[in-house]
């Protein structure tokens, strides 16, 4: 059963804990991104990866932190530097190429984030 | 700044009444758009794509969207709703002249259906 799966579905933060959520995609795709979801702000996007071992910044880096050693995981980090963690945090995955390509990004169930 | 408009937040309506949620983005060029439908408590799904070719997609559950280039318009559109197409609906735009990971989205809108 091929697609995106994130864990855990709700995640408990402590003011000054970094967290790390999880995602991993089987659908060999060498694009993955991480978005926040925001009440009435649509999807803004935070990292993005076209390949192992490179990452970029996306528009609300500030905060966040990812690594990409394998091609299936994606995990980010939410640190203590994130002033406002509290969203529903989405994994996404296509299946990466230059501009101009024609690409569907395919989006994972998603991390709720909740700081006490 | 560039942007992704979806004008209408919140739509509610009877079962069997006909829906229309708009798109307006500000990117020239070639894109490619996209609407995603979000149902209560699930993921992030894909409802229908345009990359090139005939200006009106159709895509699951009965739902069509036409692309207007000359209005900058990506319109979602079905013709009788059901309670269960309760769900919020996001527009997003992929530029053209940008690589993949460049996918805008709108603030979306909330469809509510009574039945």
């Known amino acids: 059963d091929g697609g995106i799966t994130q864990s855990p579905k709700y995640l408990f933060r402590k003011e000054g804990q970094n967290v790390t959520l999880s995602c991993e995609q089987n659908?060999?795709?060498?694009?993955m991104y991480w978005y926040r979801q925001d009440p009435g702000q649509g999807l803004r996007l935070i990292y993005y990866s076209q390949i192992v071992n490179d990452f970029q910044k996306g528009d609300i880096a500030e905060g966040y932190s990812v690594s990409r050693e394998k091609k299936e995981s994606f995990p980010l980090t939410v640190t203590s530097a994130q002033k406002n963690p509290t969203a529903f945090y989405l994994c996404?995955?296509?299946?990466?190429?230059?501009?101009?390509?024609?690409?569907?990004?395919?989006f994972g169930p998603g991390t709720r984030l909740l700081v006490l | 700044a560039q942007s992704v408009s979806q004008h209408n937040h919140h739509v509610i309506l009877s079962e069997a009444a006909s829906l229309e949620l708009g798109c307006n983005y500000s990117y020239g060029g070639t894109v490619n758009l996209f609407w995603y439908v979000q149902y209560p408590g699930q993921h992030l799904q894909l409802l229908l794509k345009?990359?090139?070719?005939?200006?009106l997609v159709k895509g699951i559950k009965g739902f069509e969207a036409e692309f207007i280039k000359s209005k900058f318009s990506f319109n979602l559109r079905k013709p009788s709703v059901q309670w269960s197409d309760t769900a919020e609906y996001f527009c997003a735009v992929n530029p053209g002249f940008m690589g993949a990971n460049n996918l805008f989205f709108g603030t979306g809108t909330r469809l509510t259906v009574i039945p």
């Open positions: 345009y990359f090139s070719g005939d200006p």
């Open positions: 659908l060999n795709h060498d694009a």
């Open positions: 996404a995955s296509s299946m990466g190429g230059l501009a101009g390509t024609q690409e569907t990004q395919y």
